[in-house]
């Protein structure tokens, strides 16, 4: 009974009910997908974050333009900074 265990289904390793790569190829398509996903979430995460980032500094940059305690030119030359 002993000789049937670790031999796989046919009696050379392979074993067909274990999916495609039965000798640990799985593990590493799915790290590579897992990881995949993880960096798309984290470059949409971060760049909903500097976009946020942005449009409260210009909101701010707006606000001292109006209050009058920025010239034109400096308001300009700080938009055109923040746009970057």
Do not use: W
């Not at 670790?6 to 990881?35: A, T």
């Not at 946020?52 to 500094?57: C, F, K, L, P, Y």
């Amino acid at each position: 009974m002993h000789r049937y265990f670790n031999n796989g289904y046919h009696g050379n390793g392979f074993c067909p009910s274990f999916g495609v790569f039965h000798n640990g190829g799985s593990i590493i398509v799915g790290l590579g997908i897992v990881i995949t996903i993880a960096l798309v979430f984290y470059l949409f995460a971060y760049n909903n974050k500097k976009k946020r980032i942005s449009s409260e500094a210009l909101e701010s940059l707006k606000l001292q333009y109006v209050k009058g305690q920025l010239s034109e030119e400096e308001y300009l030359r700080r938009k055109s900074l923040i746009d970057l």
